[in-house]
């Protein structure tokens, strides 16, 4: 109830917070550009209500961009040229007033470009600079996990799964760590609150979130603040100790089903995928055993897709391989969206009370998991 509550009060205040909006100009130089033309496209529009891209046409392969921002925000450029190839630039950062960015159409999509009156893209070359040394001493840390190979259900390989799993663990501290410490030194840019959602995006970890609360309050009640803000309590919601709220999912005859995973005396086994997922297809095989043993297991599946382009697509997957457990489909993108499941495959088990209490297992762990975990 209560993290409903901070929920509903976080969107209150994005949606009422009054900001000083301040004036910005971006002159694009392209070089070797030969006519086309430029689109700006803004991230995180969705959450801040704002116009979401602006495009104009190159001249003497130059062009403007100007608006109004609340505080730096991240963007990127798509160019397209004349006979209609479309590439697309690395992230970089507005700020306010008079700024220039210098890019190569040859090198449009992986090239460095070159900033002029932009502190923040400035500070973020120094980051991704120490990002860069960072990942190099890691180097022996990624290079060993990516050796190591395990079965989808592969029970005699549990040593291996668990250094594989102390690796990454290993790496992520490492990577924790890093970030944590550029925050501490920069709590009143908001550069660091750009790093804090990007890696929000990927994986939520507790010192993230620590590392959130020491930013300046004035950070903090910026209109991105509070949306990251918002996202934290909505990843939360989708680990281990939190409950899934009702949820408006579409079955395989298109139909809209109200979901509540909670049943007396049962688990329910929730699994993500999509149909061009090939580890999520891989893993079949080791499902569909666990799932002929469900009511000795005292368990429900559900497998839920959260990716699709192509409703057909999904219908002909399930059919294909013959899977037997029902199947809905997230049309809404709340999965993907707001809740922050970007890795497939992925799955939750939630147990009677509708609390989640464990994710992401190899098929191996979940039958293990649920062995011990039956109610008679």
Not at 37 to 55: A, D, H, V
Not at 247 to 268: A, C, H, P, Q, V
Not at 304 to 316: A, F, G, L, M, P
Request: proline share 5%.
């Amino acid at each position: 109830m209560l993290k409903h509550v901070l929920n509903l009060f976080t969107l209150i205040f994005i949606s009422l917070s009054a900001v000083r909006q301040v004036q910005y100009t971006l002159k694009v130089n392209l070089r070797s550009g030969n006519g086309g033309s430029l689109e700006l496209r803004k991230l995180r529009q969705e959450l801040l209500n704002e116009r979401n891209s602006s495009g104009a046409k190159l001249i003497n392969s130059r062009c403007k961009f100007d608006g109004k921002i609340d505080n730096p925000i991240e963007v990127f450029l798509i160019f397209t040229a004349k006979d209609g190839t479309r590439l697309y630039s690395p992230f970089f950062y507005i700020d306010a007033g008079a700024q220039e960015i210098t890019l190569d159409s040859a090198t449009f999509e992986h090239g460095v470009p070159i900033f002029k009156g932009s502190p923040t893209n400035n500070l973020n070359q120094h980051y991704l600079k120490a990002f860069r040394a960072s990942e190099r001493k890691l180097r022996p840390l990624t290079d060993s996990l990516d050796r190591i190979s395990v079965g989808p259900s592969d029970n005699k390989d549990a040593e291996l799964k668990e250094k594989k799993e102390k690796l990454k663990q290993s790496i992520n501290d490492n990577r924790d760590d890093f970030t944590d410490s550029f925050i501490n030194a920069h709590k009143n840019e908001y550069l660091s609150l750009w790093i804090i959602d990007s890696c929000l995006r990927e994986r939520f970890s507790p010192k993230l979130e620590r590392a959130f609360d020491r930013l300046s309050p004035e950070i903090k009640q910026s209109k991105l603040g509070l949306a990251v803000k918002k996202t934290f309590l909505d990843v939360q919601a989708v680990l281990p100790g939190g409950y899934l709220p009702e949820l408006s999912l579409k079955d395989t005859t298109g139909r809209e089903n109200k979901e509540i995973f909670k049943r007396d005396n049962k688990y329910f086994f929730i699994e993500f995928w999509f149909s061009h997922c090939a580890p999520c297809l891989a893993r079949l095989p080791a499902l569909k055993e666990i799932y002929s043993k469900r009511d000795e297991l005292n368990v429900e599946f559900v497998g839920i897709s959260v990716r699709e382009t192509n409703v057909q697509s999904w219908k002909d997957a399930i059919d294909r391989y013959k899977i037997p457990w029902p199947q809905r489909f997230d049309y809404s993108g709340l999965f993907l969206n707001v809740y922050k499941i970007h890795f497939f495959p992925s799955n939750l088990i939630i147990d009677p009370t509708g609390k989640i209490v464990a994710r992401d297992l190899e098929p191996s762990e979940v039958m293990s998991f649920l062995a011990h975990t039956r109610r008679p």
